[in-house]
């Protein structure tokens, strides 16, 4: 699919598609593939899904599947908000599967995978859409010549529920050869399954807590990121299954404990040049790397509201756990929000990036992709530039020494991170009022529904979720 502006399902472009439509159905059924499992993620961050018999995929791809727009009101529990715009049992969407996306599933026989894009039935892009909102951004970006390449590192716990205990897969240390050793054929089960979805795996470890694990792909253009951080999800998910294991995406596992998250790594470049390299300022950044960089760094409040959206991913975000609870900078500080990633002498002008630590995985990577690029491309027009770096665990600094560097802590509460968010201008015109206010109201439910849970029993309540 293109992402050079919008696209409108008309007569001849649903043609074109269910043609394309019954070529890949083709393909597919040559491969044994009987089912396509259409995903899209809603503001709960939670991949939902219609699934097809892989003959229909013709008409899918000119007509779409129908759904409610309710889905964009539902919250973490599967309780129904509403809000100014969107909710209620009223209309139908489109379900579009993106046909340069459709991907057998290696770890589950006979089915593939696909992202949709919502429609309405009049076949234009719905407000709602938020991998359409996403696009809009990479297009709103190419216009000032501008791309961004994007990877999301995926961390997760591996094992089982005891009664609302999470039970680890492995006993083995932190970052330790034991636990690769536990979970040998697991591990490479889950490297070779999303390789052989066509997703370059670059590394795989395990991680500081309990059970821990991450996978770190090869960045890419920023909505086929956001594509692969819910295909490896679903990946992982479902090798652990065939080992008879859960695995948990959720910023908190385990209250009090060490949580995953979802960093995102973006590099932004023009003229095939990475503005973070090669340029007069600090560590080599060009003036628009830096505002770019500049523009998210001062929309850090606002952002972690879409970044770090559940209650649980405040048991999270706190300092000295490496999740970035400071909104400051620094070159390879992995307690700052923003990390500044230079790369090795030598290939600092491929590898330099900007990785994003204060978000996790509750998050929907369409609607982070499109919320980072239009806060950094405000910062570009605005000629933003960073702050003072931060070296070591802001921790350590006094209240007035982090004023005095422009530093404070991020939000510690939803609460505290929607009200922020509220007040953006920037992230409000980009998304459209309608998607920001759905996005609000699943928030304001969420808080609403945690609002006397103990830090044990969101955890226990959102463990499985996402
Ligand atoms: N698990 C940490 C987090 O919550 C990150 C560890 C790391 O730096 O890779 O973000
Ligand atoms: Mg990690």
Redesign the pocket.
Known sequence: MTESGPVVLDASERVRRSHLGSEVALRLADAEVAMIALCWVDNAGITRVKAIPTGRLERAAGWGIGMSPVFDVFVVDDSITTSKHIGGPGGDLRLVPDLDRVTPLAAQPGWAWAPVDRFTQEGTGYVGCSRTFARQMVSRASKQGLIAQVSF?V?WAVGTDDNGTFVPACAGPAYGMTRVIELSDYGREVVEAIEQQGIVAEQFHP???DG?M?ISVSPRDPVGAADDSVLVRQTIRAVSQRHGFQASFAPSVVAGG????G?VHLSLWRDGQNLLAGGPGRYGMTADGEAFAGGVLSALPALVAVGAPSVASYL?LVPS????AYQCWGREN?EAALRLVTGSSGEQDVRANLEV?CF?LSANPYLVIGSLIATGLAGISEGATLPGEITGDPVSLSEAELAERGTRRLAQSLGESVSALEASDVLREAMGDPMFEAFLAVRRAEIELFADASPADVVARTRWRW
């Not at 060490?258 to 998250?261: D, M, R």
């Not at 756990?321 to 970035?324: N, Q, V």
Request: aromatic residues 10%; charged residues 40%; hydrophobic residues 20%.
């Open positions: 590192e961390e991680e500081y807590a821990q991450e060490v949580g995953n998250g960093h999270r756990h490496w999740a970035g992995r630590k996790d």
